[in-house]
């Protein structure tokens, strides 16, 4: 008995031993009989199939990876479909995009009718551009001239503008003085015109306070008119009517100041123009020789974000004869046509002074085009204060203007007034 209990103590003691060693991570030298210590050293189900799953992982990282290469690598910009990409230059050529051939639908004169031009346009160093341009109408206005352009200077606080050109008109109409002239009295005459010209517009602070000056050499070569109205030698005399027959050639200065805050002359919806500007015409001969102040107001107030727009636009003009000189009845303001009292002829009315007053609703209707709602009203008199506010010439309208987001360069409009209707084509803004 005493045997048989020793025996067992070393058995139950061998396996106690073997049981612990297992426990703390030691491999036994044999192989283990008892169920128990097996299932305690067999390892977990979980950590036998971890490092499949990372494998796995690995293999799905580089497997986007390559997809990823091989899409970078055939990347290409998209391509405009062959109508979109017509439809974008003949945007940019109309409404006055950054390419070398460009349309110029600016006439010769006012009263030319309907115009047809193009321009080009090179850059001679990275700000600096020359542009060549000319138009014609079907009365035979014609106009050819190169623009230099320096938008640049003094650090981008001015501007300078140089024009060499030429221009025709056949047919321009003048029907009297005054308020009391008729449609009926209409004469037509002809001119050709040389000229050359720089300014320069300096912003001192590159805000709204601008000052403009510069100078022109120009001749005008009076003829007879065309077209089916009378010539106008057949109906005035030159001692009835002054400057008859004259070519003066004028050293033209110009210099003025004012405000303006508008995003762009030829295209805004806000700001406002507030300008003074002073012109001195020397004849080269000492006879036609005059001088003239213009006083102009534009403002744009925005309604609703700019999606409605009033614009009001006031212009006074007079003109002053030098000593023992006379003003050519050509050189006077004048006002009618296309761009103030649009429903009445160009140069409907002519004196030493006048009087423009415009007010307009514009409705944004996208982002290309316009519509207006307008009211033109006008006097001319002999004298300043002739200038009233009664009596005025006047007429109202709807107009569609084709934009850019700083140029006009198609204005259709329709206008009536006491004299009938009037049909407008212009290549600019009213104001």
Request: with cysteine; aromatic share 12%.
């Amino acid at each position: 008995m005493q045997v048989e209990d020793s025996v067992k103590r070393v058995v139950t003691c061998c396996a106690v031993t073997a049981a612990i060693a297992a426990g703390l991570g030691a491999r036994p030298a044999a192989a283990q009989t008892p169920s128990n210590v097996s299932a305690a050293v067999s390892p977990a189900p979980d950590a036998a199939a971890a490092p499949d799953d990372q494998t796995q992982e690995a293999s799905r990282a580089d497997l986007i990876e390559q997809a990823q290469s091989q899409k970078a690598a055939a990347l290409a910009p998209a391509k405009r479909a062959k109508a979109e990409e017509y439809i974008t230059r003949a945007g940019n050529a109309f409404l006055g995009g950054q390419i070398r051939w460009h349309s110029f639908f600016h006439s010769a004169y006012a009263g030319g009718g309907f115009t047809l031009g193009a321009g080009y346009t090179k850059f001679v160093s990275p700000h600096n551009t020359l542009d060549t341009r000319g138009s014609i109408t079907f009365t035979g206005y014609k106009r050819i001239e190169t623009e230099f352009i320096a938008p640049g200077l003094f650090d981008r606080r001015a501007t300078l503008n140089v024009i060499g050109g030429w221009r025709e008109a056949t047919q321009v109409g003048f029907y009297g003085f005054g308020m009391t002239s008729t449609v009926d009295a209409r004469a037509n005459y002809s001119f050709q015109q040389p000229y050359g010209s720089a300014m320069l517009e300096l912003r001192p602070t590159r805000k709204v306070f601008v000052m403009r000056g510069g100078f022109e050499l120009t001749q005008w070569k009076q003829a007879e008119g065309s077209g089916s109205e009378p010539s106008i030698e057949t109906k005035y005399t030159p001692e009835a009517l002054p400057g008859l027959g004259a070519q003066p050639v004028y050293f033209h200065t110009a210099a003025g100041i004012g405000i303006d805050s508008r995003t762009a002359a030829g295209y805004t919806r806000q700001g406002g123009l507030y300008a003074v500007t002073f012109h001195d015409f020397t004849d080269k001969e000492g006879v036609n020789g005059f001088q003239e102040l213009d006083y102009e107001i534009v403002q744009h107030i925005p309604v609703l974000r700019d999606a409605w727009v009033i614009s009001l636009h006031g212009l006074l003009q007079t003109a002053y004869s030098k000593h023992d000189e006379q003003i050519p009845f050509f050189m006077m303001p004048s006002i009618g046509g296309g761009s103030d009292l649009r429903a009445y002829a160009s140069w409907r009315l002519r004196d030493l002074n006048s009087l423009l007053l415009q007010a307009e609703w514009r409705v944004l209707a996208n982002r290309y085009l316009d519509m207006a709602v307008f009211y033109d009203a006008g006097r001319v008199g002999p004298y300043v204060k002739s200038l009233k506010f009664d009596e005025l010439k006047n007429d109202v309208g709807l107009g569609f203007r084709f934009h850019g987001p700083a140029a006009t360069p198609l204005r259709i409009e329709l206008a009536k007034g006491n004299e009938g209707f009037g049909l407008v084509f212009a290549a600019s803004q009213a104001f």
